[in-house]
């Protein structure tokens, strides 16, 4: 079941557009990737889980992995990962949420579901879940082995031109985000661009900043890297 889970008029003010255009969304909404058949995909579903904070306006509850992970370590997510059996997309966004940040699952409300996403590099199919945070909790990196910070991350600073560019790699260019010591792209990078159109909170970027990616990573890690196209020396 995609599309909201309760009316739109029922959730926060700020929310609503999200929540109504799950109602039309479809995979293009976010991506161009086609996924495979249905019996080749794993399933995982991450929480878009969404809070307040009278000092900083709605923010958005953000993870960095762990360096040391066999895959996608280091980079930002949403919490989630894959299903566990019988479980719907609700159940596992929640499940992983408490797992992996602490997030206490009483404190959440969800609100809609959104199509499958169809991720290559780790063949899964991942289904986002809207949230709204009415009870927030405290949260922590509940295993350091897996992840390395937790953090809420205002959307006002998300939407921030300052902190909004592209990166590339080898013909694959994507949106992405520098803010509070996070380096956003790939999967939840793009995620995040369309949410901010959804919900109305993007302003105008300069989308011809586009930064090769791993010379965007090690400048933001403090790293020397040869410029793309020059060999090291």
Known sequence: MTGPLVPPHETPEFLQPLVKASEAADPATFTRVTGPPSAA????????????????????????????????????????????????????????????????????????????????????????????????????????????????????????PANRFQVEKRGWRGPAFSVRGLFVWGFTGGLLSVLLDLGGWATEWDRHNVRDLDVALAEHEGRAVAPPGRAKE
């Open 41 to 160: 995909a794993r399933p995982a579903s991450v929480l878009m889980l969404f809070g307040e904070t009278a000092e900083a306006g709605p923010d958005v509850l953000l993870l960095r992995r762990a360096d040391t992970l066999g895959s996608h370590a280091g980079q930002v997510a949403f919490p989630g990962g894959g299903a566990d059996d019988g479980e719907d997309a609700v159940t596992t966004a929640l499940r992983e949420a408490e797992e992996e940040t602490g997030v206490a699952p009483a404190g959440v409300r969800p609100l809609a579901v959104f199509p499958e996403l169809y991720v290559p590099v780790s063949r899964f199919v991942v289904t986002p879940v809207l949230a709204h945070w009415h009870r927030p909790s405290p949260v922590r990196p509940v295993d350091p082995a897996e992840t390395a910070a937790v953090a809420r991350v205002p959307l006002a600073e998300l939407a921030d």
